[in-house]
């Protein structure tokens, strides 16, 4: 009995399959732009929501309300992480919104998993120590304990240093042509809140962590009476970089009564001049780190390729 397959059924399986995975990878960029679009939207029209149900609270003079929570559990988070902590709560608050964490819980949970880390390393800690089976004096164990208690400290803030650090690179690398677009609507005649709510749907396919923050703020400034409140909550949540500069600008335009459009041309020249600089920067750096890498693997290849063919040489004429 022949189980055998023939060479056309093969072609045709094969054909069949080359053509789904052609599908599928011209399917799924399209498939990810809507996937990035529909997020966009969602945090845009929870913020609305929570920024109308606040209005209606008469609760805008608190702590900003974030997207997963009413604004009455938002300000009980806020007031619990003050009276635990303070001011030093308020700036863990501010770390968790430029990482993009807006539960306002965040801000206790991070404190309370700095006091618990500690304790778990230094529990692990003692139990490879106990398990080692060798015996160490007094001094290198408090050592031990001490690393490790620190580093179950340091772990939170570094977790969200670099949330904070990627956040704002792909916001600094957006930014500039983003705030090109703006400077063109605005020049057409186009409201502020309009011209940040329409950029912030032209960049969500390349940057949804630019579209939201400027979706959060186009929300803000069409719901608050406090046009300067909603910019200097979106300074604080981008945290650095020509994004908080260019919140920074508005403000003093504002204030002064100065133009929009100017102020946001003087931005656009300082943030082109800001990436050339970053870009000539890291050009520099390049040589110093191509150092290494030179040295470990192309100079021996080249010492190899360049002496080989004479220590064979050599060898031969040995032999003989």
Do not use: W
Not at 133 to 153: C, M, T
């Amino acid at each position: 009995m022949n189980f055998g397959i023939d060479n056309d059924i093969l072609i045709t399986i094969a054909s069949a399959l080359v053509a789904a995975l052609s599908f599928a990878a011209f399917a799924l960029p399209f498939l990810n732009k809507t996937e990035k679009k529909e997020r966009y939207r969602a945090v845009i029209d929870k913020r609305r929501k929570a920024l109308f149900e606040a209005t209606r609270s008469g609760a805008m003079n608190k702590a900003p309300v974030e997207e997963s929570v009413s604004a009455r559990e938002s300000i009980a988070g806020l007031y619990r992480m003050q009276k635990l902590a303070g001011d030093m709560g308020e700036k863990v608050r501010d770390k968790m919104l430029q990482a993009g964490i807006r539960n306002p819980n965040a801000p206790l949970k991070f404190m309370i998993a700095q006091v618990i880390l500690p304790l778990v390393f230094c529990g692990i800690a003692m139990f490879f120590i106990t398990a080692s089976g060798k015996e160490l004096s007094s001094g290198v164990i408090l050592l031990l304990l001490f690393g490790a208690a620190f580093a179950g400290y340091k772990l939170p803030g570094l977790l969200v240093k670099n949330m904070i650090m990627k956040r704002q690179e792909e916001i600094n690398l957006t930014f500039p042509d983003s705030l090109d677009m703006m400077l063109i609507c605005v020049q057409g005649g186009i409201g502020l809140e309009q011209t940040v709510d329409r950029v912030a749907a032209e960049v969500a396919e390349h940057s949804p962590t630019l579209a939201e923050e400027l979706g959060i703020l186009s929300a803000e400034m069409a719901m608050l009476n406090d046009r300067r409140q909603a910019l200097q909550d979106f300074a604080r949540r981008v945290g650095s970089g020509g994004a908080k500069s260019f919140a920074t600008a508005l403000i003093q335009a504002e204030q002064y009564g100065t133009s929009i459009s100017q102020a946001m041309r003087v931005m656009a020249d300082e943030l082109r001049e800001m990436r050339m600089a970053l870009a000539e920067q890291k050009a520099a750096a390049l040589p110093p780190k191509l150092t290494v890498p030179m040295i470990l693997f192309f100079l021996p290849a080249l010492f190899i390729v360049i002496l080989g063919p004479a220590g064979i040489e050599a060898s031969s004429s040995g032999g003989h």
